[in-house]
C-alpha cells in the first residue's frame, strides 16, 4: 500500500504478554485533523472484484450500521470504474488493518467520527480508476489497440473505430494479471456522473432490509450452535462473588453454565430456554467497589464541581474582570445518561477449534475486537478472523475502546470449549441497564452583557471521561480529554473574553461515545447560551450570531437556513415560535430552525425543522438527507423523553417502555438544504443531531416554556 | 410439548415449552429470520407477524395461545399491498440499518388491508408501536402515501 496517514503519531496494534496496546490517535470526536491519506497507488484488487458475470463488488472496509457507507463507497468506485450502478454489490472486508486501516486512526480498522467518506475518498477513487485502467489495457491488449482509443461507460468498454464492445467481466480475469499502475488520473469533479448526483444511485440495501432477507448477527446459526445470555451485576463495579447453578440447569434445553469475566453465561439451545435459564440462575456479587450513588447525588456533586475551577481547556481575555462588568447572565445545563439502544442489540457469533477463530459480528473497530479475541483465546490475531456483518444499529455502541463484547464472545466460547459454535445474545434490559453511556454531563455558563454586546463568556464542564484509561487515551493532551469539551472549547462567536474549563467526575459507572460525542451536550450548552445572551441583548437569534461570527461555511448554513425556513423572527406568530441553532462537529457544520408549539398536554410540539448542510462534496445527497432526518429524529427524541437515572446506582429504566423513544407520531417535517461545496467530503452519521435540541429549547424559550435547563425536557419525577 | 403451527401456509411440527413466544419459535425452531427480537416486551414491534391477517408482536404471543390460527412473518408476506409497501420502501430507500423494517413493513401491510387511502393520523395510529431508533420516519410516512398511491391505480 502506498498510503501514509498523514502526520499522526502511530503504533501497530500489538498484543504483548500482557497488555493490549493499542497506539490510536485522533479517533472520533476529536478528529479535527484531516486524516485523508496522500495521493498514490492503490491495489484496486484489495476493493475491487469483478466477476465473469460483469458484477462489480465493492469490498468495504466501514460497517454498515445505517448510515449508508456500502452505497457510499461503492459510489465513488463506480465513479472512477464507470461501471453500471446494476451490477455493483457491496460486501465487508475482512480484518486487516495493513490494508482496511481508517486514516483518521493510524493503523487501526474501524469506523466512528464520521470519517468513512473522508477517509475513503481519494482511496476508493484511485482503487476505481486503477481497475478502470486495468480493464481498458486488457481489452486494448486483446484487440489489438492502443489503449487510449478505448472509452468506457455504464460497464461497457468500447473501441469506436472497430466498433467493438465488451462488458467488464470478459477482461476480468485478464485485468486481474496485470500490474497496478503507479500513477492513474482521477476525474476532473464536473463531469462526475454519480457523485454528487441526487438519486442517481439507490441504496444498495434497501431490497434485502425492506423484505427480510438482510442478515444480521442476530440470524447467524449452525450446526451445535449455542446460545448464549449472561448474567451481569446489577450496579457497576461489582463482581461476580459465587452463583449456583443447579435450578438453571434443569430447564429444558439448557446445556452449560459457566463463569466469565463479566458474569455467569447460560448455553442453551436457543434464546428462550437460554432466558428462563438465566431466570433460575442464583448469582451473588460482591458490591464493594460499587457505585451506590443515584443519579440525583451524582448531578448535585457534579453541580459542586461546577462551582469550582477546573482545568482551562482554552482562554482568552480577562474573563473574570468580564463577568464582573454590564449584565451577568448565568445558566446551567444538566444532561443525563443516555443509552444507545440500537435495535439490534448487542450480539456476536464465533467458531473456535482451539487454532483459529471465526466472528461475526457488528464489529465497529475491528483490529481492536480481533486482538482481544485472539488475547483471550490465546493465539495470535491472525489466526482470528471477522466477517463484519450489517449492524442493526450503534449510534456509537459497537465502537468500544476495551472490545467488551468482543471479549465476552471470545470468554464465551474459551469456557466451553473448541468445537461448539456460540451465538453471544444481549436483551434489551441488558442492553439499557448495562452502562457504556454517553456520561452524564454537567455545564455552569456565565456571561455578560454590556452597551448591548457580549463581553465575557465562561463555561465550566463537568463529566466522566471515557478516553482516560481507554486504548484512547493517546488522543489526551495534558489532562484534557477533548471529547468533552469539543463544540465548547472553541466556538463561533465573538464573545470578548472567554474560558472554557473542565472537571473530569470519577464513577464505575462505564461511559462511552454515543452519536455526535461531545456534541451532544455542547450543541446544547453553547447554542442554548449565546441564545439567551443575545436576547438579553435584545438581538435577532440569527443576524446576531452572523454578526459575531467569522466562520464562513458557518455562516454560510445558517444564512441556508434562515432563506429555506423565510426566517422573519423567532415569533411567536399564531403559538408557533422558531429557534436556531448552528454546529460544526467531525469537520461538517448544519444548522436548524426548529417550530415548535405548546401541546395540549403543555408539552412541546415539534412540527417542523428545517436544516441546511455543509458537508463538502455530497457524495450521495439522499443518503445525506437520510441521516439528517435521522439524527434530527434521534436527538429530539433524546432530548424530548430520553434518561436512564439511577437509583442507589441501579438503572432504574429497563426497556422501551420506560426508556421512551420517538415514534412515528412525534417526528416532524424535515426539510433539508445541501450547501453546494467543493471542500473535501466530510461525514454525516453524526452531524445531523447536535443542533436539534438547541433549536427547540430556543424556541421553547419564546414560547415561554424556558429553555430547558435539564435534560430530557420531559421528566417523569 | 409438541405444537402444530401453520406459518406462512405451512404446517410445522415444533417440540417447545408451552410459554415459549412465537417469536423464538419463529426464529430458532423454523429458522424464519426475518422477524426481529427488540424488546421481548410488545414495546417496539420489530417482531410483528400477521395473526390471521392481524399486526401482531410475535414476542408476547405464547405458543400455546396460537391454536389454529395462521401466522404470516415477513418472508410469507404477499399480496397486492405487501408488494406495494415493499416496493415503495425500496424506491424511497426507507431504511437505514433495517433492523426494525420487517416489522415496519408488516404494520404498514396490514394497515393498508384496513384502510385503502390512509391519512397521517391513521399513518400514526397504525404505525406508533413500531419503534425505528434510526428515526426514518419521515420516509415509512411518504412510503405509505406511495404504496396507497400506487394501489390505487
Redesign the interface.
Given at each position: 500500500m502506498g498510503y501514509e496517514s498523514t502526520g499522526l503519531s502511530r503504533r501497530e496494534a500489538l498484543s504483548t504478554a500482557g497488555a493490549l496496546v493499542i497506539g490510536l490517535s485522533l479517533p472520533f470526536g476529536g478528529a479535527r485533523a484531516q486524516g485523508a491519506p496522500q495521493a498514490g497507488p492503490v491495489d484496486p484488487n484489495a476493493f475491487i472484484r469483478i466477476g465473469a458475470d460483469d458484477s462489480v463488488t465493492v469490498i468495504c472496509k466501514h460497517i454498515e450500521?445505517?448510515?449508508?457507507p456500502y452505497t457510499g463507497l461503492a459510489t465513488l468506485v463506480a465513479e472512477e470504474l464507470d461501471a453500471d450502478w446494476a451490477q455493483v454489490r457491496a460486501e465487508s472486508a475482512p480484518a486487516d488493518a495493513k490494508i482496511y486501516a481508517n486514516f483518521n486512526f493510524g493503523v487501526i480498522q474501524g469506523t466512528g467520527g464520521s470519517s468513512a467518506m473522508a477517509n475513503s475518498y481519494d482511496q476508493l477513487r484511485h482503487a476505481g480508476a486503477a481497475a478502470r485502467a486495468m480493464l481498458v489495457l486488457a481489452a486494448a491488449q486483446s484487440w489489438g489497440v492502443q489503449p487510449a482509443t478505448l472509452s468506457v461507460e455504464k460497464g461497457v468498454i468500447r473501441h469506436a473505430p472497430s466498433g467493438r464492445e465488451a462488458r467488464f467481466g470478459q477482461f476480468a480475469a485478464a485485468a486481474g494479471r496485470l500490474p497496478v499502475p503507479p500513477k492513474v488520473t482521477l476525474k476532473d469533479p464536473a463531469s462526475f456522473r454519480l457523485i454528487g448526483q441526487d438519486r442517481k444511485v439507490?441504496?444498495l440495501?434497501?431490497?434485502?432490509?425492506?423484505?427480510?432477507?438482510?442478515?444480521?448477527t442476530?440470524?447467524m446459526?449452525a450446526p451445535g450452535m449455542l446460545?448464549v445470555v449472561v448474567a451481569r451485576p446489577p450496579c457497576f463495579g461489582a463482581k461476580l462473588a459465587s452463583f449456583d447453578a443447579a435450578e438453571a440447569l434443569k430447564v429444558?434445553?439448557v446445556v452449560a453454565v459457566k463463569p466469565l469475566s463479566s458474569g455467569v453465561a447460560v448455553y442453551a439451545d436457543?434464546?428462550?430456554?437460554a432466558l428462563?435459564g438465566r431466570g433460575k440462575l442464583v448469582a451473588r456479587w460482591d458490591e464493594s467497589a460499587a457505585e451506590r450513588r443515584g443519579s440525583e447525588e451524582m448531578v448535585e456533586a457534579w453541580r459542586g464541581l461546577a462551582g469550582t475551577a477546573g482545568t482551562v481547556v482554552n482562554s482568552h481575555g480577562d474573563v473574570d474582570a468580564a463577568l464582573g462588568q454590564g449584565d451577568l447572565v448565568e445558566a446551567e445545563y444538566i444532561f443525563p445518561y443516555l443509552a444507545h439502544?440500537?435495535?439490534?442489540?448487542l450480539d456476536g457469533y464465533i467458531e473456535w477449534d482451539g487454532k483459529r477463530a471465526n466472528a461475526r459480528f457488528g464489529s465497529q473497530i475491528q483490529t481492536l475486537d480481533q486482538a482481544t479475541i485472539a488475547k483471550v483465546l490465546g493465539i495470535a490475531p491472525q489466526a482470528v478472523s471477522i466477517e463484519t456483518l450489517?449492524?442493526?444499529?450503534?449510534?456509537g455502541r459497537r465502537a468500544q475502546g476495551n472490545a467488551h463484547l468482543a471479549s465476552e464472545l471470545a470468554e464465551a466460547a474459551k469456557a466451553i470449549g473448541p468445537g461448539r459454535p456460540v451465538k453471544l445474545?444481549w436483551?434489551?434490559?441488558d442492553d439499557i441497564m448495562g452502562g457504556h453511556y454517553r456520561p452524564l454531563f454537567v455545564h455552569r455558563l456565565r456571561g455578560s452583557v454590556k452597551d448591548g454586546a457580549i463581553a465575557g463568556w465562561s463555561n465550566t464542564i463537568v463529566g466522566q471521561s471515557f478516553i482516560k484509561g481507554s486504548p484512547f487515551e493517546a488522543m489526551m493532551k495534558d489532562g484534557i480529554d477533548p471529547t468533552m469539551s469539543e463544540g465548547a472549547s472553541e466556538i463561533f462567536y465573538r464573545t470578548g473574553a472567554f474560558r472554557c474549563d473542565v472537571h473530569i467526575a470519577q464513577s464505575p459507572v462505564t461511559t462511552l461515545w454515543w452519536r455526535s460525542v461531545g456534541h451532544t451536550h455542547t450543541g446544547y450548552a453553547v447554542e442554548c447560551f449565546i441564545d439567551q445572551l443575545l436576547e438579553k441583548a435584545g438581538q435577532d437569534p440569527v443576524a446576531g450570531r452572523l454578526a459575531l461570527m467569522d466562520n464562513s461555511r458557518a455562516a454560510g448554513v445558517l444564512k441556508a437556513v434562515a432563506e429555506l425556513a423565510g426566517w422573519n423572527g423567532p415569533g411567536p406568530v399564531n403559538g408557533r415560535a422558531r429557534g436556531v441553532a448552528v454546529v460544526e462537529s467531525f469537520r461538517s457544520f448544519v444548522a436548524q430552525i426548529a417550530e415548535v408549539s405548546k401541546g395540549a398536554d403543555g408539552l412541546p410540539k415539534v412540527h417542523k425543522i428545517w436544516c441546511a448542510v455543509d458537508v463538502g462534496v455530497a457524495i450521495n445527497p439522499?443518503?445525506v438527507r437520510?441521516?439528517v432526518?435521522?439524527?434530527?429524529?434521534?436527538g429530539l427524541?433524546h432530548a424530548l423523553f430520553a434518561e436512564v437515572p439511577l437509583e442507589a446506582g441501579i438503572p432504574a429504566v429497563a426497556?422501551?417502555?420506560k426508556y421512551r423513544?420517538?415514534?412515528?407520531?412525534e417526528?416532524p417535517?424535515?426539510e433539508v438544504v445541501i450547501v453546494k461545496s467543493s471542500e473535501a467530503p466530510t461525514g454525516i452519521g453524526e452531524p445531523g443531531l447536535p443542533p436539534t435540541a438547541p433549536a427547540v429549547a430556543n424556541a421553547m424559550a419564546r414560547l415561554g416554556l424556558g429553555r430547558p435547563s435539564r435534560l430530557p425536557f420531559v421528566r417523569v419525577a | 410439548m409438541p405444537y402444530s403451527i401453520t406459518v406462512n401456509g405451512a404446517v410445522r411440527e415444533v417440540d417447545v415449552d408451552p410459554d415459549t413466544p412465537l417469536l423464538w419459535v419463529i426464529r430458532d425452531n423454523l429458522g424464519l429470520t426475518g422477524t426481529k427480537f427488540g424488546c421481548g416486551v410488545a414495546q417496539c414491534g420489530a417482531c410483528t407477524v400477521h395473526v390471521d391477517g392481524q399486526p401482531r408482536r410475535s414476542c408476547a404471543l405464547p405458543v400455546s395461545r396460537l391454536g389454529n390460527r395462521q401466522v404470516t412473518t415477513i418472508e410469507g408476506a404477499d399480496g397486492p399491498e405487501a408488494k406495494a409497501v415493499q416496493a415503495a420502501w425500496a424506491a424511497r430507500d426507507v431504511p437505514q440499518c433495517g433492523y426494525c423494517q420487517s416489522g415496519q413493513v408488516m404494520s404498514a401491510i396490514a394497515l393498508l388491508r384496513e384502510v385503502k387511502k390512509p391519512d397521517d393520523k391513521a399513518i400514526d395510529l397504525a404505525m406508533n408501536g413500531n419503534i425505528c431508533r434510526c428515526a426514518t420516519y419521515v420516509r415509512i410516512r411518504a412510503a405509505i402515501h406511495d404504496a396507497a398511491k400506487a394501489l390505487e391505480a
Open positions: 450500521m445505517g448510515q449508508g439507490s441504496r440495501d434497501s431490497v434485502a432490509k425492506s423484505n427480510g432477507s438482510a442478515r444480521f442476530i440470524d446459526a446460545t429444558k434445553g436457543g434464546m428462550w430456554p428462563k439502544a440500537p435495535m439490534e442489540p450489517l449492524a442493526g444499529g450503534s449510534f445474545v436483551t434489551r434490559e439522499d443518503v437520510a441521516q432526518e435521522g439524527g434530527i429524529g434521534f427524541g426497556n422501551f417502555d423513544s420517538l415514534r412515528i407520531h417526528m417535517e424535515v | -
